[in-house]
C-alpha cells in the first residue's frame, strides 16, 4: 500500500467509521420506532374505516336487492 495513505486510512478506520456506523445505526433504531408508532395509530383508523365501509356495502346491497333484484348475476 502507498505509505501517503496509511495514516489516512487509519484515522478513518479508527475514528470516522465507528462514528459513521454508530450513528447510521443510532438513526434506523429512531426511525423504526417512529414508525411502529404511526402504524398503531393508522392501524386503528384503518380498521374503524374499514368497519364504516363494510356498513355501507351492506347497506347499498340491500338497495340494490330490492330495486334491482337481478344485479348480482349481471
Not at 505509505?3 to 479508527?14: C, D, E, N, R, T
Not at 393508522?42 to 346491497?61: G, P, Q
Given at each position: 500500500?502507498?505509505?501517503?495513505?496509511?495514516?489516512?486510512?487509519?484515522?478513518?478506520?479508527?475514528?470516522?467509521?465507528?462514528?459513521?456506523?454508530?450513528?447510521h445505526y443510532r438513526h434506523k433504531s429512531k426511525e423504526t420506532a417512529?414508525?411502529?408508532?404511526?402504524?398503531?395509530?393508522?392501524?386503528?383508523?384503518?380498521?374503524?374505516?374499514?368497519?364504516?365501509?363494510?356498513?355501507?356495502?351492506?347497506?347499498?346491497?340491500?338497495?340494490?336487492?330490492?330495486?334491482?333484484?337481478?344485479?348480482?348475476?349481471?
Open positions: 500500500m502507498l505509505a501517503f495513505l496509511k495514516a489516512p486510512l487509519i484515522v478513518f478506520m479508527a475514528v470516522v467509521a465507528p462514528l459513521w456506523i454508530i450513528q417512529r414508525a411502529d408508532a404511526i402504524t398503531d395509530s393508522d392501524l386503528a383508523r384503518m380498521a374503524e374505516t374499514a368497519s364504516r365501509l363494510e356498513d355501507r356495502i351492506t347497506v347499498l346491497e340491500q338497495i340494490l336487492d330490492r330495486e334491482a333484484p337481478g344485479w348480482r348475476t349481471r
